[in-house]
């Protein structure tokens, strides 16, 4: 692990396994807005933050706009060197300007001698070059360019730098040779108002493939790695967790098994948040911990409708069993909810976790395929022994029966349905099991209530049929007509 | 050791100027520069240039009828062309038509063959 040394971006180096090699030369290359100087800003002030000399060469912007656009950031770049090989104003005048000979002609050897210069003077640890594509034009061709950037990173390599330069890419220029020269190549990508970064290339080390999301605001930049679900695990038993009401526990067949995943579907106002609730409240009993994601309703909410049906939510929050994470809609990235939820696992040590609801995640997170998350996040729970409740809203009250409307079925390993049912004109709630994967169940359905005192089950409703059209006729009113 | 002959550089852009006599300065030849035409007369009329290289870029027709004075004072002379035209005419007198930017090679070349290097 000497050998390898931190981007100052911890999201990323947690894709690069750990962060770059030393004495190394990788490529940072994307379009323009998606944050390559701010990627190398970090780069240098890791390294300031070692106690290293650091360089910042410069060939496009000048130092000081740098250093003001840094500073909005909140990043302090007192303590890294510029070279600034940006033009100058005198250029634009004429004064500066020429055709006489070509640029490789006139700039490379004074260009040249100035980093040598400064390398000799500064002999830096972590170099940033922004951007490599302008050298391009002090050579005469890209046999040269080529030979010439081998040659100028081997030279900062070798007196003990770890380098990394950005690209401009363009269909009159490509960056193509750029890539071959490079011991790693880090790709931004700016889609839809989205950030992406991937890694398409690393000499001697490995890394996390994939799209993984970025942001940029205060502090600088923060990367949220793809979650990977294969990659994690524990070892864990298969036991049932009890929902705490004998009745809903001889539906399950004992209740709900470790490391799988249920739907608790239902239409509006059925009660399946209220339902889901009792298994984080069983949880808390024997001390384990749960969170709930809540993408509808506020925490305030929440608590206020737990304690009208005699749910201690409050006192599960204040004796440290459980958290409520309310997420503002389209204020997150997929991979930074994966993250949250993950340090909740890792770290909190939940053992149940609520997603409230499927529909609200799909439209709260800010991501083209939200339900490839969601199928995700659940995996990596499942691999980590949490049982995973979502509550999953269907639109019809009562008819045609359903389960979800955002095709994840698939994702569950139970699947428990919430319906209201109209017998002699009164509006009545049912549960039932379609499905469970790890054990049998009940295949009967249940009347159920939500009282003051709690979620109230009742018998099975055996003289009935038709009850998953929600207008269910009574067997002995039938067999009268 | 410099040269002793002299080459008078005449071109509208002073950094290009600029460079030319780095360039030479660089190969031991001595140069001088300037952009107003009637300047570079008085020069020709010192009698102290050997030859003459042109940029004709910014100038209007007055840098032809320069270029046919210094013809007719038999000043050996090099004339520059920008890339964007494409017909380049030989000047009556010319030793030699070069096109921007200049292969300071073939530059340099030139210079010493009509210096008489």
Redesign the interface.
Known sequence: MVNIISTGIAGLDEILKGGLLKNRAYLLRGGPGTGKTTFGLHFLLEGVKRGEPVLFITLGEPKKQIITNASILGLNLENVNFLDLSPSPEFFA?????????PA??EREPVTQTIINAIEDIHPKRVFIDSMTQFRYLAPDSYQFRKQVLSFIRYLTERGATVLFTSEASAEAPDDDLMFLADGIINLIAKDNLRYVSVLKLRGGDFVPGLHSYTIGQGGIKVYPRLIPEIFGVEFKYEKLSSGIPEIDELLKGGLERGTVTIVSGPSGVGKSTFSTIFLKEAAGRGENSVIYSFEETVDKILTRSDGVNIPLRAMIESGRLKIRYIEPLTMLPEEFANIVRKDVEEFGAKVVMIDSTSGFEVSIKSENPREHLHAICRYLSHMGVIVLLPTEISEITGTFKITEQRISYLADNIIYLRYLEIKGQLKRAIGVLKKRMSDFEKTLREFEITKYGIKVGEPLTNLRNILSGTPVFIKEQGET | MTHKKKILIV?K????NE??SD?FKKNNISSISVVDLKEANEKVNDKEIHLALV?VSGYDRSIWTFLRDLFEKRIPFLV?Y?PQIAQKTFPPGSHGVLT?????KVLLSLVKNLLGD
């Open positions: 004429q004064v500066e300007s020429y055709d006489i000979f070509s002609d006139v | 071109g852009n002073k950094k290009n460079l030319l360039f940029d520059i920008p921007k930017p200049v292969n300071p």
